[in-house]
């Protein structure tokens, strides 16, 4: 499985823009990236995720490096719901796999 | 139903004890998984089945913990004589094929006293 270093925790001001960095340097030419956030007392919630180029949804914005050994998840607007730890996962799931094994992810703390 | 539907939401059981627990996925979800979180750490992956069938089973920490999905769609983990480290809240997730989108249920928090 892809390793995966996110930072610990990151603070953001409500209303300004956030970029989650993700290393993945271990990726294999097949895995997905994915993002899920979980906020306090709730379960995982997925985000977004991507191959090879950059995507966006209602949520975020995903910008994946052109060597994909890392990638950056963009709030283009905190607000304070948006607190909750976020976890990168490689994902391959190709045939039969699919299980996302979750790392440590990054506490984001948005101030008002 | 419109979610992922886990029961009970709460179980506290004396210790060595069965527990079952239960998850209902989504309609037509193909892929189910279990998941354990103890408090201030990420999900932890135990097992997870395609339709009926059980792809990995690789993250069951012993042989106490199992689990089925019969009729490939609600799943049942079962722990046998629960010890206190098995208290946690244990998670249960859908989707529609493998590892795309997952939602997840509330989970049930088991506490083992």
């Known amino acids: 499985d892809a390793k995966t270093t996110q930072p610990n925790s990151m603070e953001s001001n409500e209303e300004e823009p956030v970029h989650l960095p993700c290393n993945h340097s271990t990726i294999s030419g097949t895995d997905y990236i994915h993002w899920y956030r979980q906020l306090p007392s709730q379960g995982p919630e997925y985000v977004i995720h991507?191959?090879?180029s950059n995507v966006n949804n209602r949520m975020a914005s995903l910008a994946i490096a052109e060597d994909r050994k890392s990638s950056t998840l963009i709030l283009h607007r905190a607000t304070l719901r948006d607190a909750a730890v976020y976890y990168c996962?490689?994902?391959?799931?190709?045939?039969?796999?699919?299980?996302?094994?979750f790392g440590k992810g990054t506490k984001l703390s948005v101030k008002p | 139903g419109a979610g992922v539907s886990q029961s009970p939401r709460y179980k506290v059981t004396k210790r060595g004890q069965d527990v079952a627990l239960r998850c209902d996925p989504i309609?037509?979800?193909?892929?189910l998984y279990w998941y354990r979180q103890a408090l201030g750490q990420g999900p932890e992956f135990l097992t997870y089945f395609n339709y009926e069938a059980q792809q990995d089973k690789s993250g069951l920490p012993n042989d106490r913990f199992s689990a089925e999905r019969p009729e490939g769609s609600i799943s049942t983990l079962t722990i046998q004589r629960t010890e206190q480290r098995d208290s946690a809240m244990y998670r249960c997730?859908?989707?529609?094929?493998?590892?795309?989108?997952?939602?997840f249920g509330s989970g049930t928090r088991l506490t083992v006293v």
């Open positions: 996962i490689p994902l391959n799931y190709g045939g039969s796999q699919g299980n996302l094994i």
């Open positions: 991507g191959l090879t």
């Open positions: 997730a859908s989707s529609f094929t493998g590892g795309y989108g997952y939602t």
């Open positions: 309609s037509g979800h193909v892929s």
